[in-house]
């Protein structure tokens, strides 16, 4: 099975709670989709309640790292195929690091 990588990045205060429905929305369609979370479990709850709310279970889906080192980090940005940006924050660092390792940036006007 081929698996479609999602790279969420960003610290945890980054990612608001009323935005959490919207990685379940982009999991519904596409059953491979995996999303890489680097900050361990600290969003895990809630997005756990996301993915039920939208029928769907987040372990088959949300994939919790702890922060890896940084050689470590640069090849999770070349293995993966989105870097999904927050909302409400810019990616600053994390953008260029994933426009260095040619990594699309999936993000809003603003």
Known sequence: M???????CQAPFK???QYD???????RPIPQAKFVLLRGTVLKSRLQLAFAAAGLDSEDYCVHLTIPERLH???INLLSDVYLDTFTWCGGNTSLEAITCNLPIVTCPG
Do not use: G, S
């Open 2 to 8: 081929i698996l479609f990588i999602y790279l969420c």
């Open 21 to 27: 429905f919207i990685l379940a929305e982009v999991a």
């Open 15 to 17: 990612y608001l709670p």
């Open 73 to 75: 980090y640069l090849m």
